[in-house]
Nanobody
Framework: QVQLVESGGDSVQAGGSLRLSCVAS??????MAWFRQAPGKEREGVAA???????TYADSVKGRFTISRDNAKSTLYLEMSSLKPEDTATYYC???????????????????WGQGTQVTVSS
């Protein structure tokens, strides 16, 4: 059974750091990404990794967030540093089974989603 399970969300002060994890089971995904959604806002792409390990980031997180994966552990990570209050959101892991060269930050490009983990950054 396909399953993505996120963890690592927490409440932190601005300027702090967190590492989110997403464990994938049921299949080895080649395309994975992190999205986030704040209350009253649309889901937005944060960082993505393609089948050939190309990565892309939203402009708002470039230089602060890093996406990585450990295939041996079937785990996707999101290292977040210099956190800002505007980073507050529920963070979701997403996956797509097919092959893609370019990473995507478009939600419709993914067909498997985790349940989300909450990140709250206070000023």
């Amino acid at each position: 059974q396909v399953q993505l399970v996120e963890s690592g969300g927490d409440s932190v002060q601005a300027g702090g750091s967190l590492r989110l994890s997403c464990v994938a089971s049921g299949y080895t995904y080649s395309n994975m990404a992190w999205f986030r959604q704040a209350p009253g806002k649309e889901r937005e792409g944060v960082a993505a990794s393609s089948s050939v390990r190309r990565t892309t980031y939203a402009d708002s997180v470039k230089g602060r967030f890093t996406i990585s994966r450990d295939n041996a552990k079937s785990t996707l990570y999101l290292e977040m540093s210099s956190l800002k209050p505007e980073d507050t959101a529920t963070y979701y892991c997403a996956a797509y089974r097919g092959f893609r060269t370019l990473p995507s930050l478009v939600p419709a490009d993914y067909n498997y989603w985790g349940q989300g983990t909450q990140v709250t950054v206070s000023s």
